[in-house]
Each structure stands twice: as C-alpha cells, then as structure tokens.
C-alpha cells in the first residue's frame, strides 16, 4: 500500500512581505499626511481643543512651612488666545472664577479652597485673537496639613480651564 502524497503547506505569510509593507507604508503616509493637514490648518484648536491655553507658575515652587511666609504661595496663571477668532470664557459667579484644591503625596485631598456664599451672576471674558490675560493669586495654605520633603499637586480650574502645579513643601 502506498501512502497518499501529502501537499505542501504554503510558507508562514511574513510581515515583511511586499504586500504588507505597501499597505503599512499607505497606512503610515495617510497618517502622516492628515496630521500635516490638521496643523496647516490650525494645529490642535482645529480639533476644537486647546483655543485657550492656561499656563500656571509659581516662584518659587516650594513652599515655606515655618518662617513669615508659611504657608503661602504665589501663584501666576497666564490664559492667551491661540486662534484667530475672539474667544469667550463664562463663569457663574465670582465664586466659580478661581477655584483649587491641593493633592497630597498619594493623591489625596490634603487641602481645598474654601466655599463662599456667592449669588450666581453670570461673568465672561473676552480674549481677542492672540491676546495675553495674566492674574497672580497669593494662596494661603495651612502648614500644619503640610510635610517638610513631601510633593504636592495644586489642580486649579480658572474660567473653567484646568491646570495642574506640581509643589514641595519645606522647612525654611
């Protein structure tokens, strides 16, 4: 009795097979092309994002916990228009303007602005294009709530926009 010849299996496919190369160097030209496009055209804010950038400092980024100034910091909060269009930022009330809260070491809540009674009274600001709105707020924190060498995230919201500071607390 003879055995039935076998047919061969065809070859594992390879993903550097021409074929495949082709449609991932498809793939990777369309991604890239609709990235240049979306800049060109306006870069993030194209997305309907990022119109309005926040940027929050402070100097210096520790802060005292004994000493004349304990507990207080200093924090500097630049908005700027990035399009070409007037952009309106709303708040519901002075209240709502300017708000923070401090994150401890592992993310818990260590300290938080405190709540006012205000009446809602609608507020907006109105940056033309590529203007500039700069405010300082001088934060006191209470610095027994605080550890000397410990890092801490200050998450504040500013017309509705947020924005994250990493701080460290010291002994002066």
Known sequence: MTTPLKRPSPPPQSYFDGRRMMLWSLILVALVGSLGYAAYMGGPSSFGGFDVAMKVTADPV??????EKAGRI???VDLQNR???VQKLNARSHCKLFRWLL?????????AQGGENC?????ELVLQPNEKKSDTFDIALDP???KAGERYQFV?????LRGVLVVHAADE
């Open 156 to 160: 504040l919201e500013y017309w509705g």
């Open 83 to 85: 399009t070409a269009n």
């Open 144 to 146: 027994s709530r605080l």
């Open 119 to 123: 009446e809602d009274s609608a507020m």
């Open 103 to 111: 994150l401890g070491p592992n993310e818990n809540l260590s300290q």
């Open 62 to 67: 520790i802060v005292p916990l004994s000493g």
């Open 74 to 76: 200093v924090m500097n």
